[in-house]
């Protein structure tokens, strides 16, 4: 029998609450005051879910709310100094800051919490009449006879293990909407289904990804520098495995301190959650950190692949932007500008398209004449050319961002996706990580503690297996089961309590919605959608 839903109609829907549907909501009705538009966010309050670094460029934000000072926005550590080091395994060789290309400086820029600026920008997107709806996923999209969409369905509550109702079942809502915005950030999951369902990405290069991880410390005083910005290349990872820190010194005495790996590397054994713990033993980074007490921890995927794999951005019915498109620069290690910036220029079209008729696709055309595109296009060349290694793809990165400014008369192009990456278990060499000191390093359950992740216990498995049989059967013989290794968070096991008969686990209740298992597992076995609402990690200062 057919579960009978309540409807609700909206101009406009939005559905994450990160920058990028935040900046969407608050142009539109500074544009059109008489839009109805609402915001769908899948964490349990608006930030729950957001992770990033952060050092925050305000370009979009002075164009959207160029008065953010005066209304008490969450920015006020200016960056004052920067350092870049090259790592050895005990040793840290500084390059010269001036040497650096413009897109790597930061002088202009702040260290931020951006879940803290997305609390303030929902703030203000409410105070304009928009309504946020937070803990509610959107789970399923409504498409029409002609195949436009015309709006999301909210998950189902109550629901078992078993697929059953329980007595608290709730039936989710059929959002309605003229408009349909998919703001979800890296990889969503409904993102990922208009691409393939639109064939958005035909003629495109493969999109590109990494794992972010950070954790924020309070340190002594005499270890912190207020407004230093800090990144490294080299050790842990050898040459040919993308990746590089970033040490951010915050106000209170805190360090904002992650690792970010491309998901593109090739050897099954590697842990990029272990990379990460290593990292903080150099003595470079150590002495930082001494004596001092980690507060936070949390991890997510990053999209990286730039220009050459941005998807097209429009549909019947609904524009992709943000992180869910990949407008993310990589050679600033920035996204939150930019996903702002094509949220405001979504605003434009979608207000064109409800009160003039103008179509959708207009969106191409305004990104492609804005900033942000050319930024992008500029940026374009860096993340492919490590495909060379370290070293020459450093000599690279310089002759194009300095000598040319970004505009080299070609592109490169990414090779493959990075499931496609990995070789197998037998030719890969194995890797033995220090065991965690519980000082400086720690194992993945107290972190997983640190992100106050929760899910109703009894609920169906979010992370789906297209094949319930493939871990067993070929992944582990074939990878020795990465997903062991390359989960931040330690959902997934082989128990091998019966040495005869491995079961493949997976722990639900731990993950942290890094969508890392959606990107990496080699055989695309693993398939990612949202948990009942407002379950997932509660980040605060993230």
Same mark, same amino acid.
């Given at each position: $029998? !057919?579960?009978?839903?309540?409807?609700?109609?909206?101009?406009?829907?939005?559905?994450?609450?990160?920058?990028?549907?935040?900046?969407?909501?608050?142009?539109?009705?500074?544009?059109?005051?008489?839009?109805?538009?609402?915001?769908?966010?899948?964490?349990?309050?608006?930030?729950?879910?957001?992770?990033?670094?952060?050092?925050?460029? *305000?370009?979009?934000?002075?164009?959207?709310?160029?008065?953010?000072?005066?209304?008490?926005?969450?920015?006020?550590?200016?960056?004052?100094?920067?350092?870049?080091?090259?790592?050895?395994?005990?040793?840290?060789?500084?390059?010269?800051?001036?040497?650096?290309?413009?897109?790597?400086?930061?002088?202009?820029?702040?260290?931020? =919490?951006?879940?803290?600026?997305?609390?303030?920008?929902?703030?203000?997107?409410?105070?304009?009449?928009?309504?946020?709806?937070?803990?509610?996923?959107?789970?399923?999209?409504?498409?029409?006879?002609?195949?436009?969409?015309?709006?999301?369905?909210?998950?189902?509550?109550?629901?078992?293990?078993?697929? +059953?109702?329980?007595?608290?079942?709730?039936?989710?809502?059929?959002? $309605?909407?003229?408009?349909?915005?998919?703001?979800?950030?890296?990889?969503?999951?409904?993102?990922?289904?208009?691409? /393939?369902?639109?064939?958005?990405?035909?003629?495109?290069?493969?999109?590109?990804?990494?794992?972010?991880?950070?954790?924020?410390?309070?340190?002594?005083?005499?270890?912190?520098?207020?407004?230093?910005? $800090?990144?490294?290349?080299?050790?842990?990872?050898?040459?040919?495995?993308?990746?590089?820190?970033? %040490?951010?010194?915050?106000?209170?005495?805190?360090?904002?301190?992650?690792?970010?790996?491309?998901?593109?590397?090739?050897?099954? &054994?590697?842990?990029?959650?272990?990379?990460?713990?290593?990292?903080?033993?150099?003595?470079?980074?150590?002495?930082?950190?001494?004596?001092?007490?980690?507060?936070?921890?949390?991890?997510?995927?990053?999209?990286?692949?730039?220009?050459?794999?941005?998807?097209?951005? &429009? $549909?019947?019915?609904?524009?992709?932007?943000? %992180?869910?498109?990949?407008?993310?620069?990589?050679?600033?290690?920035?996204?939150?500008?930019?996903?702002?910036?094509?949220?405001?220029?979504?605003? !434009?079209?979608?207000?064109?398209?409800?009160?003039?008729?103008?179509?959708?696709?207009?969106? !191409?055309?305004?990104?492609?004449? =804005?900033?942000?595109?050319?930024?992008?296009?500029?940026?374009? +060349?860096?993340?492919?050319?490590?495909?060379?290694?370290?070293?020459?793809?450093?000599?690279?990165?310089?002759?194009?961002?300095?000598?040319?400014?970004?505009?080299?008369?070609?592109?490169?192009?990414?090779?493959?996706?990075?499931?496609?990456?990995?070789?197998?278990?037998?030719?890969?060499?194995?890797?033995? #990580?220090? /065991? #965690?000191?519980?000082?400086?390093?720690?194992?993945?359950?107290?972190?997983?503690?640190?992100?106050?992740?929760?899910?109703?216990?009894?609920?169906?498995?979010?992370?789906?297996?297209?094949?319930?049989?493939?871990?067993?059967? &070929? *992944?582990?013989?074939?990878?020795?089961?990465?997903?062991?290794? &390359?989960?931040?968070?330690?959902?997934?096991?082989?128990?091998?309590?019966?040495? +005869?008969?491995?079961?493949?686990?997976?722990?639900?209740? +731990? %993950?942290?919605?890094?969508?890392? %298992?959606?990107?990496?597992?080699?055989?695309?076995?693993?398939?990612?959608?949202?948990?009942?609402?407002?379950?997932?990690?509660?980040?605060?200062?993230?």
């Amino acid at each position: $029998m !057919e579960i009978q839903r309540e409807s609700m109609e909206y101009d406009v829907v939005i559905v994450g609450a990160g920058p990028a549907g935040l900046a969407t909501s608050i142009k539109l009705k500074q544009i059109n005051p008489e839009l109805n538009v609402c915001i769908l966010e899948k964490g349990s309050e608006v930030g729950a879910h957001i992770l990033s670094g952060n050092v925050f460029e *305000t370009r979009a934000l002075d164009e959207l709310i160029p008065d953010w000072k005066e209304k008490g926005a969450p920015i006020k550590t200016k960056v004052k100094k920067e350092k870049f080091l090259f790592l050895g395994k005990k040793t840290s060789l500084s390059w010269p800051t001036w040497l650096l290309p413009s897109v790597q400086k930061n002088h202009k820029n702040y260290i931020i =919490s951006l879940a803290n600026l997305c609390r303030w920008l929902a703030e203000q997107a409410e105070g304009l009449g928009v309504e946020i709806f937070p803990g509610f996923a959107a789970s399923k999209i409504i498409y029409d006879e002609d195949e436009k969409i015309i709006g999301v369905q909210t998950g189902d509550m109550g629901i078992n293990k078993e697929g +059953n109702k329980k007595d608290s079942f709730e039936p989710g809502l059929n959002i $309605m909407a003229k408009v349909t915005v998919f703001s979800e950030g890296c990889r969503g999951h409904l993102g990922k289904e208009v691409i /393939k369902k639109y064939k958005l990405d035909n003629n495109k290069s493969p999109q590109q990804y990494g794992i972010g991880f950070k954790e924020i410390w309070e340190i002594p005083e005499d270890q912190h520098d207020e407004g230093l910005v $800090m990144h490294t290349a080299g050790w842990p990872l050898d040459n040919s495995t993308y990746g590089g820190s970033f %040490c951010y010194h915050a106000e209170k005495n805190q360090v904002f301190i992650g690792y970010v790996i491309g998901l593109d590397y090739q050897n099954p &054994y590697l842990s990029p959650y272990d990379e990460f713990q290593q990292f903080k033993t150099h003595p470079a980074i150590s002495k930082i950190l001494q004596n001092g007490k980690r507060i936070s921890y949390g991890a997510r995927a990053l999209i990286e692949g730039g220009f050459q794999s941005l998807p097209k951005m &429009y $549909m019947p019915g609904a524009l992709l932007i943000g %992180c869910d498109a990949g407008t993310l620069n990589m050679p600033k290690i920035k996204g939150s500008h930019t996903a702002m910036k094509s949220g405001m220029i979504a605003a !434009e079209v979608i207000n064109e398209n409800i009160t003039n008729k103008a179509a959708l696709s207009e969106y !191409e055309i305004k990104f492609k004449n =804005s900033w942000v595109y050319n930024e992008l296009y500029k940026a374009r +060349n860096v993340k492919p050319s490590f495909q060379w290694s370290l070293i020459p793809a450093i000599i690279f990165t310089g002759i194009d961002q300095i000598v040319f400014r970004g505009y080299l008369p070609f592109t490169l192009k990414h090779s493959h996706f990075d499931h496609e990456s990995l070789i197998p278990a037998h030719r890969a060499k194995k890797i033995e #990580y220090p /065991k #965690y000191d519980g000082k400086l390093t720690f194992d993945k359950t107290s972190s997983v503690y640190l992100t106050g992740t929760n899910h109703e216990s009894d609920q169906p498995v979010h992370l789906k297996l297209k094949d319930p049989d493939l871990p067993i059967k &070929y *992944t582990l013989n074939e990878y020795d089961e990465p997903a062991q290794r &390359y989960c931040p968070a330690g959902v997934y096991e082989v128990d091998r309590t019966d040495q +005869n008969n491995p079961k493949f686990v997976i722990n639900a209740q +731990n %993950c942290i919605h890094c969508k890392t %298992c959606d990107i990496k597992e080699p055989s695309q076995n693993i398939n990612w959608v949202v948990p009942e609402g407002a379950g997932g990690p509660n980040y605060a200062n993230m």
